[in-house]
């Protein structure tokens, strides 16, 4: 732990040193503080729109305890199923089926349903590693978004579509430095281990369907974010909320950060952007593994580990492309997927 602490001041000194100073925004944590308070009076408006309890029937699928349970409309959620039952089935439980359809742990139930809770392993997990990809990513993005001295206005971009055989998630993140910043591997170490706090946390992954004005107010000081708001032209928008870290995503997400337990930040390479002002963006890269599959030897961890350590620059999403030419930036990518 000293040599940790001993890394993460020498990042903070290294961030420090960059010449970069921002007026005209509030600070990265006065930015959390504004979208948290906006979130979390929306939550509360929303919360109190349930002027009294309806019962509802949920049938839960399960074949380890099947069972009929009688819960709160609006208020209940899959995981409250879960903790009628063993402490083990409340942990494995990362998503659910709700009727056929992909929900959220923490998302209430509206009304009478059959419900599957799954896990890791599960018949059929793809859905379950989909939203663990997806949560991993925004792991990454709170790392990113704390890690910074408020001396910098660090601007989180977009969640790339990478593929899974990639090997890696990502994050892209305009740092709005004058130099580039070529991390060395241990501060690269720095970023993981703050990831490994979110994991100790066990923090909840909340989703929070808002208006789309609103969501363009709670991420009034990201462009990125609301452009990609508006590109949408839907009503409403849906949003995540872990610990004090505001994104917007479609999830779903599985149920808390202490599923995401190797969790590696891997590589930070640049990244160019197609739109009018050619911006250059850095793509952070990750790894980890669920905790189910925790017990893995050095050997097995540190291949996976490499192969998210090569640069990729696909993105069928975004509009971003790589230093190189589109020819060399796809024979990159699909060499790290191999």
Not at 111 to 127: A, I, R
Not at 166 to 187: H, I, Q, T
């Amino acid at each position: 732990m000293m040599e940790v602490r001993m890394l993460t001041q020498r990042l903070t000194r290294f961030l420090c040193s960059r010449n970069y100073s921002s007026t005209s925004r509030p600070t990265n944590s006065q930015v959390r503080r504004i979208q948290n308070e906006l979130f979390e009076q929306e939550k509360q408006r929303q919360l109190s729109l349930v002027t009294r309890v309806e019962k509802i029937k949920v049938e839960n699928k399960d074949e380890v305890n099947p069972c009929t349970l009688i819960m709160n409309k609006g208020l209940s959620t899959p995981y409250h199923i879960a903790m009628h039952f063993s402490k083990m089935y409340r942990d494995r439980s990362a998503l659910a089926l709700v009727n056929g359809e992909v929900w959220d742990m923490y998302r209430p139930l509206t009304s009478d349903c059959e419900v599957t809770l799954l896990h890791f392993k599960c018949n059929e997990p793809q859905e379950v590693n989909k939203a663990y990809w997806r949560s991993c990513s925004h792991i990454l993005g709170s790392v990113i978004d704390k890690a910074f001295k408020d001396d910098f206005n660090i601007q989180l971009v977009n969640v790339p579509d990478v593929p899974m055989t990639a090997g890696c998630f990502c994050y892209d993140v305009n740092l709005n430095m004058s130099d580039d910043w070529n991390p060395s591997k241990r501060e690269l170490m720095c970023l993981s281990q703050e990831a490994f706090k979110l994991y100790e946390k066990s923090l909840p992954f909340e989703r929070l369907d808002v208006d789309t004005k609103l969501a363009l107010e709670i991420f009034q000081y990201n462009r990125y974010k609301q452009d990609k708001i508006e590109r949408t032209e839907k009503s409403t928008t849906t949003l995540y909320r872990c610990g004090d870290f505001v994104d917007v995503s479609n999830g779903p997400m599985v149920a808390n950060t202490s599923f995401a337990h190797h969790f590696a930040v891997t590589l930070v390479h640049n990244i160019k952007s197609n739109c009018p002002e050619n911006e250059k963006l850095q793509r952070f890269q990750g790894v980890a593994l669920p905790s189910d599959f925790h017990k893995v030897h050095l050997t097995t961890w540190e291949p996976i580990e490499e192969r998210a350590s090569k640069p990729v620059y696909i993105d069928s999403n975004g509009p971003w492309r790589s230093d190189t030419s589109i020819e060399d930036s796809e024979k990159v990518t699909s060499t790290s997927a191999l």
